[in-house]
């Protein structure tokens, strides 16, 4: 017994290891090893399966979650391996696991609002709602849950969501820092926003903006000057080929296809435009193509240093395509036409045209006041600092349209470049033209002739997960009041006009 307890931990010291030296091989023999050995981790098969998933080994860390969830007691801990089952692209498993255990969920707290945000990302807001409701009798004061329900209430609902939301407000002013306070805040700015009380309405997200700049930590700012040097010093090897390489020496796959767009610029919406219409499927935004990157040249975040691209050659640019490759066929995702849309994308074009020289590049933009304040009263994940911060969204929203400018204009990269509005305003027109480029880029002369308006109208149900921080609004018909802000309050406009 003490010979096989020695093995187990010795195995977790050389995972670390593997993990830190950015050894994909390693870390999936012994990850297998650790399965094969039917290791009594625990809760500690979720960190083992985090250090899996961080590689793209996606199918080894969905045993581990297998293993986390026969070993784990928990609810928390099974909270935590269903959540990562969804990030493995896993989501209707994940809900049907719950759907299982039926009285156990029932009965906790943190499986209940877990069921309504699978739910959520799959669609089914009315089962949604209901588990949210069940969480609100046990903890009426849950931030996260009220604010889920807030970005799927209409008028009416908002009206009523809002007064239990008033009644509530004097003991949160009074709660300690958090999250959940945050999403409390977030909650209420949407019901009132949604009420027309639009000065109101910022004056909670602004309570929400400052709780989540209180407890984030310091955020770590991208060096957008990497990308002018990229161009700068590496021109011929960002935009040239070598002369005798071709996407067809790096795989017999379709180039795939990567959306290029800041938050709230549309990205899901083109999107679900793409796969409703062709035959493509999407990998979402797991970063793909920077963790192939990264496990080719084995170096964490190779693609923030400089030079990086010069290290590309034809044999490093085989390797990094057949890993992305890998990647989302390890996701789920092995169709020959691939949709990315990871918020890296726009900063990583020049990275991703020297691998993929036929891949197909797909630009979003919005009209900037808008896209400012759609991000502004959006709930984040934690990862997004910047977001909580007006000076800071003028910054990133300053720095990154001057990349896709750039792109824009492009003749080596040559995307297809779609304004959000003008999209919402002429849905089938704009449909079939983005469409159509899509065949084109590809070779084939097919024109469109059934076009899906995404992503569900006249009763049509959709399944498919969507995981981004507006799931809700990325599954109604489109509308050019969605791409239009009529609702912008002044203060917020007058604060983001002034910043220079």
Known sequence: MLGFFFTMNHLLQKLVSASKSVNKSQVEAIVSDLINLQAPLQERWVGVGQIAKSFGSYRLAKRCIEKALEQSQSDQMVAQALGMLSDLGKTELAYEYLQSIGNRVSSSVVLLHLKGVLAYQLGYFTQAKQSLREVLIKVPTSGETLHLLSTMSDTEEAKELQKELDTLLSSMDKAPLSVSKACFYNALGNTYLKTSEVVTAYQYFEKCAETMRAISPKDKSFDYSLIEDWRNENVECAEVKPSNFTDESVSTKSSPIFILGIPRTGTTLVEQVIIQNTEAQSVGEIDAFPMAVDNVLKTKNALE??????????????????????????????????????????????????????????????????????????????????????????????????????????????????????????????????????????????????LSLPPYEAGKVDTTAVRTASMYQARQPISSDHAHSKNIPPKFEKTYSEIH
């Open 305 to 450: 240093r400089l030079k990086t691209l010069a290290l590309l050659d034809e044999e490093k640019c085989s390797m990094i395509a057949d890993e992305y490759f890998k990647i989302c066929s390890e996701y789920g995702v092995s169709n020959a036409l691939i949709v990315d849309k990871s918020l890296s994308n726009l900063r990583y074009a020049y990275a991703i045209k020297h691998v993929f020289n036929k891949a197909i590049f797909v630009v979003t933009k919005r009209n900037e006041i808008d896209n400012a304040w759609s991000i502004f009263k959006t709930q984040f994940s934690n990862s997004l600092h910047w977001s909580w911060d007006i000076r800071k969204i003028k910054s990133f929203i300053d720095n990154e349209s001057r990349l896709a400018k750039i792109l824009a204009n492009s003749k080596e990269v040559a995307p297809i470049v779609i304004q959000l509005e003008t999209l919402q305003d002429q849905p089938q027109e704009k449909i079939k033209q983005v469409i159509n480029r899509v065949y084109q880029k590809q070779g084939a002369t097919r024109e469109t002739e059934l």
